[in-house]
DNA sequence: AGATCAAAATGGTTTAACCATTGGGCAGAA
DNA sequence: TTCTGCCCAATGGTTAAACCATTTTGATCT
């Protein structure tokens, strides 16, 4: 019948008018709110209370603090940061395992591929084609941190080409948290890089030819290898 | 050459002992920190800035802080709440939008129905099929609250079915996101719940035959009318 | 003009006090 | 004895005032 009496901390209600405020668009990104001893008057509370609620806003990812005269407190625009720090926390302690990851990735990617696929443009291919000729050059001068570079730049572009930015979160996400875990497993060899190059021909191919399906059987294979190959390394 | 030398406000350093303490299990979930006036002697600072820490810690979702005699912070098991708020905030903010996450679920729930067709154990089953009579129950009796709570149970089992916890986060974060803006426009009427009692029977039915395959389609296509049918009522 | 330094604005920190909530214990009533 | 009500102490929540550290601005000197 009756719903508890709400906990009011006066630094959450400060918190809620601000994120409103921002979330409305009233401050858009790149404003400046006033500096903490006016806010502490708007507010009417205390600078220490008020500064914990710029505390959680910072940690919301909703703004940053300079420092200085002219510093203060900027509204950000809003990204995925934040998720992806909370997302390493839950690996970190061990509620989700990089098995867990390393599978979602598996059936992730494939889909993501065949979105890409649907949608691509010819310059999409054509600035594919460019990036597989950088990571061949690379492949050709022995440059193993540059062809990880731009290995990862292709994936990352073919995120871009879903035009879905959940999507490209998801990818991102996952692939930052395997890969900062098993980067110390990664043999850089002639082997493997060469395994790298021909799978990409692969999907360029497909994509090519719009087989979205063809290129998810690809990619879905290649990053199961990657898979199989860290895990038996590192069981 | 050289990194920037690290800003180090001292209230970031205390998040980082405490944070570390946790994640390496020296401060297990469900342990009380000591008193604000006894971990500022520790960390030999005032209380204001031991509780901006504080606040930083309970935002990130590792502690809860109780009040009165006996109160105090306590380490939270690590859950997917600050995720979910940080998505939620991504969505409010317009830079992912419903279309964006609806197109992305439709994609992963395929794939999550497979998975959970293969690993499905007979309980499991069992317990689909009683779940699925009590949907039953509720449209015989015109019960529109309880079948859509019902459906939702299903929807969450199945993912506890995969067995693996990414697959059950972001279903569910996508899946609550999703209603949360969609539910004002659910009609829930005979001849929908009547489709989705026959979905349901189709899935469990090819779960039995472990035709992963099939009840992919058929859940990716139950998906996609839902979909259909919202945007075309909010376009 | 350019270099140098001082001043002012602003966030970061400290201190000391008081308020609010909560749980436990104690005294008195039933 | 047992229940009720009250008070007390521990603890988080808030306030106030001061000082420190960083950074920009601009005035001054060469």
Redesign the pocket.
Known sequence: MFKRAK?N???QDVVEQIQDAILTGKLPPGSK?P???ELKEMF??????L??A?RVLEQKGLIE?????????IVKQIGTDPLMESLALLIQSGNVSLAHLSEFRIKIEGSLVELATERATPQDIEKLEQMQARARHCYDTRDWENFLKTDEAMHTYIGTMTRNPVFQFVQKSIHDNIHRYYQDFLPMNRERTLENLTDFDKIIAAMKSKDGAAASAIITDHVQRFHDKMTGKHP
Chains 1, 2 share one sequence.
């Open positions: 906990q901390r006066v630094f709110l500096a903490e001893r009417n509370t205390s600078r220490g209370t500064r914990e710029l603090i300079k420092l200085g005269v002219n510093g203060g407190a």
